[in-house]
């Protein structure tokens, strides 16, 4: 590989998703990999990774454009939850997100409560301690689970490939910035990484 005719993508579901950003985060800091972009990553129902000081550092990087992240979850995937993150700290809680999260609700039909509801797009921006803390609650593992039975299902690749197919199709993307929703009828599931971080985090900067 040429020194400048690359550049670096790291994709990982579950357990590798929480890998692909611990290795896209190190990868940003080394010019080799940022010369001709950031480095993208797409995680895909991954859990909590980081605690608020390396997500400063990876927020840093991203203002920096030397890293990109897209994190795709299901609304009712335990594993995209956890761990339990209900422990008050001075910042809020132990863990946050980081990146751009991309909530996916499921396919309508018979078992579904969400109907034909859109996919749900917010910053992982940095946070007051009692909001982070309030955010943390909302996104906590036992209020976000399903049936018992249906855990596996609800966090299996199939179920999130099918619910994002959806969601490109659809005609509307409800963006969630500077804590109002805001529905669009530009679907950003359409755009590249590049145009989403551009208006969601370059353009507040």
């Not at 400048?4 to 579901?13: L, M, R």
């Not at 946050?96 to 996916?104: A, E, Q, R, T």
């Not at 007051?128 to 690749?157: E, F, Q, T, V």
């Not at 179920?159 to 500077?178: C, F, G, N, P, S």
Request: proline residues 6%; without cysteine.
């Amino acid at each position: 590989i040429g020194e400048n005719d690359f550049t670096v993508t790291v994709n990982g579901y579950s357990l590798g998703g929480a890998l692909s950003v611990l290795f896209g985060f190190y990868a940003s800091t080394d010019d080799r990999f940022t010369r001709n972009g950031p480095v993208k990553i797409f995680s895909y129902g991954s859990p909590y990774v980081v605690g608020h000081s390396f997500a400063d550092a990876f927020r840093h990087q991203e203002r920096k454009k030397k890293v990109q992240h897209a994190r795709f979850y299901n609304n009712n995937d335990i594993v995209a939850h956890m761990p339990f993150n209900a422990t008050p700290t001075k910042r809020g809680s132990n863990f946050v997100h980081i990146g751009i999260d991309v909530k996916l609700y499921s396919v309508p039909g018979m078992a579904s409560l969400w109907g034909n509801r859109p996919p749900r797009i917010r910053y992982n921006d940095r946070q007051p301690p009692l909001d982070a803390y309030w955010r943390a609650l909302k996104m906590n593992s036992l209020l976000n689970m399903p049936l018992p039975w249906l855990i596996k299902d609800k966090h299996g690749l199939p179920e999130l490939q099918k619910r994002v197919a959806r969601a490109t199709k659809m005609e509307k993307t409800v963006a969630l910035m500077e804590k109002e929703s805001r529905s669009t009828t530009e679907t950003f599931l359409r755009s590249t990484l590049d145009e989403v971080y551009e208006l969601m985090v370059y353009q507040k900067d």
